[in-house]
């Protein structure tokens, strides 16, 4: 992390903990931990206990700070998961996930997200516009409705209901690259390996409760109203309190496919590690569809903190963040 990028990490975090509630003092001694330590590492908190938390792509790392400022405070493991994905998608510079993601081919940011916690409870809302934190409302979907799935207009409706301020979501970076994208495109989705970047957060407390979020734009440049892997659950996250949880990132299409997030817990309850369940299912994806243009991740934590990912092709990274402190791990591949 470059200087500066630490410095908009550092406001984010203290950002995040004001959001939270947290008080002053605690934010101030969290971003002291946090500038104390390496580079790639986030906040260890010199504490004894089994949380971990697992985060897709670089801003893992800044997401399994902010869970574990949550955590430090009192809060569960969907305490973790939701303060992870609130801080990234407070990020206007991230151009995967809330506000600053890339909008569909019309010009729409549309935003997926999902949740479960550890009692298998779950959550979600799909092709939400104007409200930067969709894993939030998916939270209130779960935990405050009788119902798993909110989509569009109605989950817009239940925002505003619950005092969610809207906003526009498309950034001046974002709309450029959109502008850039539509003299060449001819109107065509891109499909490849490089257009991914969602956030799946998977996180584990002391006392053992295991959660999982989902949240992005989506796929860059897609059709108007075309919703990924994401928000369904099973596809983008799957969380199984007495086995573990996975996460799912790259091309929905294909996730959405083969259940990929589900099969991955499934074969864990079968006896696999999560490094094999998460190969296995990246291999079911290679026997049934070509692989060049398109890319898949799978990320898995047990609930005895064991972890695994793997992707088709090279490139997929993850965050790990214990109390001992945080790393970027490349996954394997192919
Ligand atoms: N899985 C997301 C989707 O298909 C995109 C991504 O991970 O980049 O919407």
Partial sequence: ??????????????????????????IESMLQASASTSASASPGLGASGKATMLSTWNHGIEANAAGFLALQQGGTAMDMVEAGARIVESDATGLS????????????????????????NAGSVCFVQGLPHPLSLARKVMEDTPHVMLA????????QELGMTRRDLLTETSRRAWEEWRKTSNYEPVINIENHDTIGILALDDSGRL?????????AYKMHGRVGDSPILGAGL????????ATATGLGEA???????????ELMRNGETPQQACEEAVHRIMEGMPTDDLQVG???LSHDGNFGG???????NFARTTRQGGSMIDASHG
Wanted: aromatic share 8%; hydrophobic share 40%; net charge negative.
């Fill in 255 to 265: 996730v959405m496919k083969t259940v990929g997030s589900f099969l991955v817990v």
């Fill in 97 to 120: 996930v809330g506000i600053g993601g890339l909008p569909d081919r019309d010009g729409h940011v549309t935003l997926d997200a999902c949740c479960m916690d550890h009692t298998g």
């Fill in 1 to 26: 992390m470059g200087k500066a990028n630490r410095r908009d990490f550092l406001k984010r975090l203290a950002a995040t903990g004001a959001a939270l509630g947290l008080a002053p003092w605690s």
């Fill in 310 to 316: 793997h992707a088709i092709h090279e490139g997929f």
């Fill in 238 to 245: 799957f969380v199984d309190p007495q086995v573990g949880g």
């Fill in 298 to 300: 799978y990320l898995a």
């Fill in 211 to 219: 959660s999982g979020g989902c949240t992005t734009s989506g796929l």
């Fill in 152 to 159: 569009g207009a109605g989950a817009e409706q239940y925002g």
